[in-house]
């Protein structure tokens, strides 16, 4: 399909999460499910479940480190190897990818103020529930509580970004394997969070695009690179 093609059926699926996120109950219906009324639990806990926790959290997070860390020490290493001159378009844009997703979609809970399911008054917690586009209750003291950091999720974008790997792969196989296990990681990443209350559906949806939509951009944004600085990126000609 055609890159800006993609680009606009994307955004307009980010906006249709919005939307939904919005004007339906899904959330809350789905998030439900998770969470034990009668004694205030969710379905995971960090300490009940160290083992899940390390594998489906920290441990994520290192192998995400791992794998841009020795993508950069390729990368370094194809100014001195005729032989990985070839991977450098793919390397430079997996590494962007790897450090750009997270840092614009975890950097956007900076500014939506939206509070973590765990913490709302619904789950026994001690804020309101307001969505992305609401306003909070009058009786709220804003300036007496810090804002919500939950929206989108931060946690599975990392696992999300590794869906660039379609675009670094030649072989149309690998290119689907590439976006399967970015696909899986950042869902595996997201729903464990949700067992546990930190993060609605919505909010893994939202990042699950929103990598994607930058995915497109920096794939974009590269090709225009690799045009006008054909040496660096070893194309003849």
Known sequence: MNMKKQIIITALLLALTLLAEQFTHLDVILQN??????????MLSRQNNLLLHFFFYNGAKIALIAAGAVAFI??????????LRGYRYALLLFLSAMAIVPLVLAGAKKYTNVYCPAQLTLYCGTKPYAKLFESYPASFDRKA?????CFPAGHASGGFALMVLFFCLKKRRNKWLGLTSGVCAGWAM????????EHFLSHTVTSMFGAWLIILLLVLAMDAAKKKYPRFFAVKE
């Not at 509580?145 to 950091?149: I, L």
């Not at 997201?190 to 209350?197: A, K, N, S």
């Open 145 to 149: 509580n810090n804002k919500g950091r």
């Open 33 to 42: 499910k998770f969470f034990d009324f009668n004694t205030c639990s969710w």
């Open 74 to 83: 390729i990368f370094g290493a194809s100014f001195e190897s005729a032989k």
């Open 190 to 197: 997201g729903f464990y969070q949700m067992l546990r209350g």
